[in-house]
């Protein structure tokens, strides 16, 4: 169960900085409030999976949680930013 819920973490954190990797310029903030959302579950999905589980995955549960918290909060401003642009 441990390195299921790694594998997930990592795959939702590499299918992330891969999407910003290739991605085109945002050319509407709607594109950036989708992937905070997605973000937002992931942060969700682990909290749940860190309780039901009651360990932290020698630490890399709660360092995984603290990226998605500061993905969350980037894409939140970038969103922000957007949208005071238009």
Do not use: P
């Amino acid at each position: 169960m441990k390195k299921t819920i790694a594998v997930a973490v990592l795959s939702v954190c590499l299918s992330f900085v891969a999407g910003v990797a290739v991605a085109d310029r945002v050319r509407d903030w709607h594109d950036l409030d989708a992937v905070h959302k997605h973000v937002q579950e992931a942060i969700r999905e682990m909290d749940k999976a860190r309780a039901a589980n009651h360990y932290d995955m020698a630490g890399h549960g709660a360092k995984a949680e603290e990226h998605l918290h500061a993905a969350e909060r980037e894409l939140h401003e970038a969103v922000e930013a957007i949208r005071a642009e238009r």
